[in-house]
């Protein structure tokens, strides 16, 4: 079946501009989970949604950052005012339940110029 | 979260076991261990995970300490889709606990 899809897959930016990155999880899965992976570092957790419960912000690094999964699917990073410690892989996964296996994506690579 | 210690990089030639150890000695009794993969250019994908039992699925084995502060992922016969960075990693059951904490990971290279 289908996997975890993200658009685009790459993207480049300007300094300052704001930039959308989508994730489409597999069907009925629940969970839906953002990482970045910076040049050379490991995965970094950005945040979580599970069902219609709050999410788990703690990971985003700045205000800048924002997340929303409307209709429990679909998920869009919004990336305010970019800079360039932005630039990094953005990757998205999703689970069947909380806690579960992970599914990853391909990742959106930003890169901010 | 249980800190874990894995080599930086390991070689393996195409067809032969491939023994990736990890260290994590302040791992918590219920912490699962999982390890992931991550081919070049793709996300992480699953390998498999375990408690306390040696695991086995189609893509690897886990063989776990019996002091559970150490596992061993084994690739029976490496390949060159094998190539990847490997990442142990221990963590909680249940729905509470769904950030994975990747670390470093060990750079497996297979040499055809």
């Known amino acids: 079946g289908a996997g975890v899809s993200q658009s685009p897959s790459n993207k480049v930016t300007e300094k300052g501009k704001d930039v959308e990155l989508r994730c489409d999880p597999i069907s009925g899965h629940t969970a839906l989970y953002w990482y970045r992976q910076s040049l050379g570092q490991g995965l970094e957790f950005l945040i979580y949604?599970?069902?219609?419960?709050?999410?788990?912000k703690s990971g985003l690094p700045s205000d800048r950052f924002s997340a929303e999964r409307t209709g429990g699917s679909v998920s869009t990073l919004t990336i305010q005012r970019t800079q360039q410690e932005d630039s990094a892989v953005y990757l998205c996964?999703?689970?069947?339940?909380?806690?579960?296996?992970?599914?990853f994506g391909p990742g959106t690579r930003l890169t901010v110029t | 979260d249980a800190k874990t210690t894995q080599p930086n990089s390991m070689e393996s030639n195409e067809e032969e076991p491939v023994h990736l150890p990890c260290n994590h000695s302040?791992?918590?009794?219920?912490?699962?261990i999982h390890w992931y993969r991550q081919l070049p250019s793709q996300g992480p994908e699953y390998v498999i995970h375990g408690l306390t039992s040696n695991v086995n699925n189609r893509m690897a084995s886990l063989a776990i300490a019996e002091d559970r502060k150490s596992s061993t992922l084994i690739l029976h016969r490496a390949t060159l889709r094998d190539a990847a960075v490997y990442y142990c990693i221990p963590k909680p059951p249940g729905a509470g606990s769904y950030q994975l904490t990747f670390g470093k990971g060990t750079k497996l290279s297979v040499i055809p």
């Open positions: 302040t791992i918590s009794g219920t912490d699962y």
């Open positions: 996964a999703s689970s069947l339940q909380p806690g579960g296996e992970q599914y």
């Open positions: 949604f599970q069902g219609n419960s709050a999410p788990d």
